[in-house]
Antibody, heavy 116, light 107 residues
Framework: EVQLVESGGDLVQPGGSLRLSCAASGFTFSDYWMTWVRQAPGKGLEWVAYMNHDESEIYYLDSVKGRFTISRDNAKNSLYLQMISLRAEDTAVYYC?????????WGRGTLVTVSS | EIVMTQSPATLSVSPGERATLSCRASQSVSNKLAWYQQKPGQAPRLLIYDISTRATDIPARFSGSGSGREFTLTISSLQSEDFAVYSCQQYNNWPRTFGQGTKVEIK
């Protein structure tokens, strides 16, 4: 079964840091582009960052550039999102998803809350 | 950035009835348009990509249509499990952008 499982979400103070992980299984992770998407409470989905299969192509949402870093370890079938200088507006459920254009599957998400 | 606008925000429909959801892009997205279904507490599920291609295991009652800037998701006969939030997404340009969602609720 193709599966993505996120972890690492937590309550963090403004200005703090967090690293999210996404464990992939059921497919050849190194062949696929991967993406992070977030959803603030009661809001719509927002694309955050993308990395292609060999890390040669990376894109970020403007509002997270310089603060978030997407990375992957193909040997560990894992995707990561390092987040620094977190702001209240970064509060959201963060999903990892497979794909570059359309996304399938998605993980169940991990909640990041930025609050003092 | 391409802005995706969905209408209506909420659609009240009786089981067995047809539901028609709209999505408009601020500029052309060619055929790079997907639809997702999301239920409370769950991850989104891909329904449709490339405007009208159903994803794996998606029932035939879901169909997508449109072109350029105007798109429609139609659910031909609503089943109880179809009451959810539906979002459109363009993947023609960076950043990828989603609509704000249409909630389909039981009338």
């Amino acid at each position: 079964e193709v599966q993505l499982v996120e972890s690492g979400g937590d309550l963090v103070q403004p200005g703090g840091s967090l690293r999210l992980s996404c464990a992939a299984s059921g497919f050849t992770f190194s062949d696929y582009w991967m993406t992070w998407v977030r959803q603030a409470p009661g809001k719509g989905l927002e694309w955050v960052a993308y990395m292609n299969h060999d890390e040669s192509e990376i894109y970020y949402l403007d509002s997270v550039k310089g603060r978030f870093t997407i990375s992957r370890d193909n040997a560990k079938n894992s995707l990561y999102l390092q987040m620094i200088s977190l702001r209240a507006e970064d509060t959201a459920v963060y999903y990892c998803a497979r794909g570059n254009g359309w996304y399938q599957p998605w993980g169940r998400g991990t909640l990041v809350t930025v609050s003092s | 950035e391409i802005v995706m606008t969905q209408s209506p925000a909420t659609l009240s429909v009786s089981p067995g009835e047809r539901a028609t959801l709209s999505c408009r892009a601020s500029q052309s997205v060619s055929n790079k348009l997907a639809w997702y279904q999301q239920k409370p507490g769950q991850a989104p599920r891909l329904l449709i990509y490339d405007i009208s291609t159903r994803a794996t295991d998606i029932p035939a009652r879901f169909s997508g249509s449109g072109s350029g800037r105007e798109f429609t998701l139609t659910i031909s006969s609503l089943q109880s499990e179809d009451f959810a939030v539906y979002s459109c997404q363009q993947y023609n340009n960076w950043p990828r952008t989603f609509g704000q969602g249409t909630k389909v609720e039981i009338k």
